[in-house]
């Protein structure tokens, strides 16, 4: 197989396209879309998200110390492109959008975004300026996931969330499940019921 | 709409389930699969990923400073939940899959994956001890995209890549387009022309 070489570029994909929601000293919130973030320890749980120094979000972040990230579904994609290309310093995104604040536990200003499938309560520990942006490096304090996706027992249904991925400039749906972590090495009973769970 | 409180998890999704390859000072490949892994800078072009100490590849990273991020289709994804389940300490791992090394520019010792839709070669800049994984920030020197994904105006067609996405344990196909970045403020014209080129 043959390739082509490129230019270094950030091309590491599919990312999360996740709204990230913090708010200023009075309490105003804002909200900014931010596909440079993920999972960077799973004890304690941590995030990172990427932001440019110049974004209206990264003084309201630097300075409270705390942010939110709701994941997003298909039903907000319209909203989190819009709080991507559009500047909190420019006016209420928020309200152009029709979009509500939750309060979300742990925060002392940060709030969520209603309706959004999952949020993600942070706090920042660490800020690494690293060039075009700064990565701030974060402690989930607190975990909120919408009453429809937890069943009687607790479990966590993020497939029924319809999340978004982000791809090369293209946001996509999720599409079908292929397999669940260990499936490559599961019993044939296993392999077989655990998919049949997926479809 | 209600919400269910449970304790802080890893529950940020969808995330890239990317192929990490590296060598030890004998050349020997090994790849491991991390999920913990995304952009963090734009400019320049930076990538974390985050891996468990007690990781072999851990140690072959640290010592080597390099390493390849593979992105990973639907035909790889086997491979990849393999080797995110079993360890490279037990076994040559790609020998055991049949998957084949290439050379990546930039990179003294770490493979690329063959067939594998990217090639990102990766040279660590940071790693930063958070707790249950190290973080290493990483600055990307070389990329490399199979010839079948670039078009002769050298665009890059990543969405016939089949990549995947995983969230909450299990891994998903890219479904539908559902729009571009900035489609939200786009005029009709460029909306139309836009969307149609993404079905």
């Known amino acids: 197989m043959d390739y082509v070489s490129l230019s270094p570029g950030t091309l590491l994909s ?7 929601s913090c ?22 749980p ?7 120094p110049g974004r209206y979000s990264h003084g309201l972040i630097s300075s ?3 942010f939110v990230i709701n994941l997003c579904s298909e039903d907000m994609l319209a909203d989190v492109d819009y709080c991507g290309v559009r500047s909190g310093r420019d006016g209420d995104k ?4 029709g979009m509500e604040c939750v ?13 959004a499938p999952m949020h993600l309560g942070c706090r920042v520990e660490k800020v690494l300026p690293l060039g075009s942006h700064d990565l701030f490096i974060a402690r989930i304090v607190s975990l909120r996931v919408r009453e429809d996706l937890v069943d009687k027992k607790g479990g966590i249904h993020l497939e029924k969330a319809r999340l978004t991925a982000y791809s090369h400039g293209v946001y996509y749906a999720l599409g079908k ?20 769970a997926l479809k």
């Open 14 to 20: 599919p990312v999360p396209a996740v709204l990230v």
């Open 23 to 44: 708010a200023d000293e009075n309490g105003r919130p804002n909200a900014l879309t931010v596909a440079w973030a993920g999972t960077v320890c799973s004890d304690p």
């Open 46 to 52: 941590m995030v990172s998200v990427s932001i440019r």
């Open 64 to 66: 409270s110390g705390e």
């Open 94 to 97: 928020l309200s152009a959008r």
């Open 103 to 115: 309060s979300v536990e742990g925060m002392a200003r940060a709030p969520g975004i209603a309706g």
């Open 177 to 196: 499940a292929l397999g669940f972590f260990g499936f490559s090495v599961a019993s044939p009973d296993v392999l077989r019921r655990r998919m049949k």
